[in-house]
Protein backbone atom coordinates (compact mmCIF):
# COMPACT_ATOMS: atom_id res chain seq x y z
CA UNK A 1 0.00 0.00 0.00
CA UNK A 2 1.44 3.20 -0.96
CA UNK A 3 -0.36 6.86 -0.03
CA UNK A 4 -1.37 9.11 2.69
CA UNK A 5 -3.83 6.73 4.68
CA UNK A 6 -3.21 6.54 8.37
CA UNK A 7 -1.56 3.25 8.19
CA UNK A 8 0.31 1.53 10.94
CA UNK A 9 3.04 -1.03 10.37
CA UNK A 10 3.80 -3.92 13.50
CA UNK A 11 7.39 -5.79 14.45
CA UNK A 12 6.89 -8.11 16.48
CA UNK A 13 10.29 -9.87 18.08
CA UNK A 14 9.46 -13.42 20.10
CA UNK A 15 11.62 -13.80 23.54
CA UNK A 16 14.03 -11.58 25.47
CA UNK A 17 16.42 -8.79 24.20
CA UNK A 18 19.38 -7.66 26.32
CA UNK A 19 18.77 -5.56 28.77
CA UNK A 20 20.89 -2.49 30.09
CA UNK A 21 22.43 -4.58 32.91
CA UNK A 22 23.16 -8.07 31.22
CA UNK A 23 25.04 -4.97 28.59
CA UNK A 24 26.85 -3.99 31.25
CA UNK A 25 28.01 -6.94 32.60
CA UNK A 26 29.55 -7.61 29.51
CA UNK A 27 31.12 -4.99 29.41
CA UNK A 28 32.85 -5.33 32.63
CA UNK A 29 33.64 -8.99 32.06
CA UNK A 30 36.39 -11.20 30.83
CA UNK A 31 36.77 -10.12 27.27
CA UNK A 32 34.11 -7.01 27.55
CA UNK A 33 33.88 -5.03 24.51
CA UNK A 34 34.22 -8.05 22.48
CA UNK A 35 31.49 -9.71 24.14
CA UNK A 36 29.16 -6.50 24.47
CA UNK A 37 29.62 -6.38 20.74
CA UNK A 38 29.02 -9.71 20.33
CA UNK A 39 25.72 -9.58 22.31
CA UNK A 40 24.52 -6.27 20.31
CA UNK A 41 25.49 -8.32 17.40
CA UNK A 42 23.44 -11.29 18.14
CA UNK A 43 20.16 -9.88 18.97
CA UNK A 44 20.53 -7.49 15.91
CA UNK A 45 21.14 -10.17 13.72
CA UNK A 46 17.42 -11.80 15.47
CA UNK A 47 15.81 -8.73 15.25
CA UNK A 48 16.72 -8.17 10.98
CA UNK A 49 15.67 -11.58 10.49
CA UNK A 50 12.35 -10.55 11.83
CA UNK A 51 12.41 -7.10 10.01
CA UNK A 52 12.94 -8.94 6.84
CA UNK A 53 10.05 -11.55 7.25
CA UNK A 54 7.38 -9.15 8.83
CA UNK A 55 8.06 -5.57 6.74
CA UNK A 56 9.54 -6.37 3.47
CA UNK A 57 9.33 -3.18 1.58
CA UNK A 58 8.75 -0.96 4.02
CA UNK A 59 10.54 2.07 4.19
CA UNK A 60 9.34 5.18 5.58
CA UNK A 61 11.12 8.68 4.11
CA UNK A 62 9.75 11.02 6.96
CA UNK A 63 9.56 11.23 10.81
CA UNK A 64 8.03 8.81 12.82
CA UNK A 65 6.51 7.87 16.11
CA UNK A 66 7.57 4.45 17.49
CA UNK A 67 5.72 2.30 19.89
CA UNK A 68 6.92 -0.16 21.85
CA UNK A 69 5.41 -2.80 24.15
CA UNK A 70 7.63 -4.56 26.30
CA UNK A 71 6.02 -8.10 27.62
CA UNK A 72 7.89 -9.70 29.81
CA UNK A 73 7.39 -13.17 31.30
CA UNK A 74 7.53 -11.75 34.49
CA UNK A 75 8.76 -8.98 36.76
CA UNK A 76 11.98 -9.32 37.02
CA UNK A 77 13.83 -6.94 34.99
CA UNK A 78 13.33 -3.15 35.81
CA UNK A 79 11.35 -1.71 32.80
CA UNK A 80 14.47 1.03 32.29
CA UNK A 81 16.93 -2.21 31.97
CA UNK A 82 14.40 -3.36 29.45
CA UNK A 83 13.39 -0.38 27.28
CA UNK A 84 17.63 -0.20 26.79
CA UNK A 85 16.85 -3.14 24.19
CA UNK A 86 14.97 -0.06 21.48
CA UNK A 87 18.97 0.83 20.77
CA UNK A 88 19.31 -3.16 19.12
CA UNK A 89 16.01 -2.51 17.47
CA UNK A 90 16.57 0.99 16.19
CA UNK A 91 20.25 0.22 15.02
CA UNK A 92 18.46 -2.80 12.99
CA UNK A 93 15.94 -0.88 11.56
CA UNK A 94 18.25 1.60 10.01
CA UNK A 95 20.33 -1.07 8.54
CA UNK A 96 17.82 -2.84 7.11
CA UNK A 97 16.84 0.11 5.03
CA UNK A 98 13.51 0.88 7.13
CA UNK A 99 14.36 4.27 8.51
CA UNK A 100 16.67 6.35 6.90
CA UNK A 101 18.30 6.96 10.21
CA UNK A 102 17.49 7.29 14.18
CA UNK A 103 18.50 10.35 14.69
CA UNK A 104 16.55 13.57 15.75
CA UNK A 105 15.02 13.97 12.16
CA UNK A 106 14.40 10.74 12.19
CA UNK A 107 12.03 9.83 15.26
CA UNK A 108 10.04 12.33 16.36
CA UNK A 109 9.35 10.57 20.06
CA UNK A 110 8.82 6.87 20.71
CA UNK A 111 6.79 5.25 23.68
CA UNK A 112 7.10 2.64 25.71
CA UNK A 113 4.66 0.25 27.66
CA UNK A 114 5.38 -2.91 29.58
CA UNK A 115 3.45 -6.30 30.12
CA UNK A 116 3.31 -9.66 31.38
CA UNK A 117 3.15 -13.16 29.83
CA UNK A 118 5.00 -15.79 30.97
CA UNK A 119 4.72 -17.97 28.17
CA UNK A 120 5.08 -15.77 25.13
CA UNK A 121 7.63 -13.02 25.89
CA UNK A 122 8.13 -10.48 22.76
CA UNK A 123 8.27 -7.05 22.17
CA UNK A 124 5.75 -5.61 19.78
CA UNK A 125 6.84 -2.53 17.77
CA UNK A 126 4.49 -0.28 15.83
CA UNK A 127 5.83 2.48 13.54
CA UNK A 128 3.79 5.42 12.14
CA UNK A 129 4.23 8.79 10.32
CA UNK A 130 4.67 11.73 12.47
CA UNK A 131 2.62 14.35 10.36
CA UNK A 132 3.10 14.28 7.15
CA UNK A 133 6.20 12.25 6.76
CA UNK A 134 5.96 9.77 3.54
CA UNK A 135 5.72 5.67 4.24
CA UNK A 136 5.57 2.78 2.19
CA UNK A 137 3.83 0.09 3.47
CA UNK A 138 3.76 -2.77 1.37
Sequence with gaps: ???????????TIPGLLPGLNEYID??????????????KKQAEHVIGFMIKS????????????????????NRKRDKDNIAF???FIQDSLVHMGV???????????????FGVDPKDP??????????GGKKQCQ
Design 26 to 39: AERGKKGKYKAASM
Design 85 to 87: AKK
Design 54 to 73: QLRGVKFTGPVVIHYTWVEP
Design 1 to 11: MKGSEDLRCKL
Design 99 to 113: LENDGWKHIEYFTDS
Design 122 to 131: RVEVVIEDYE
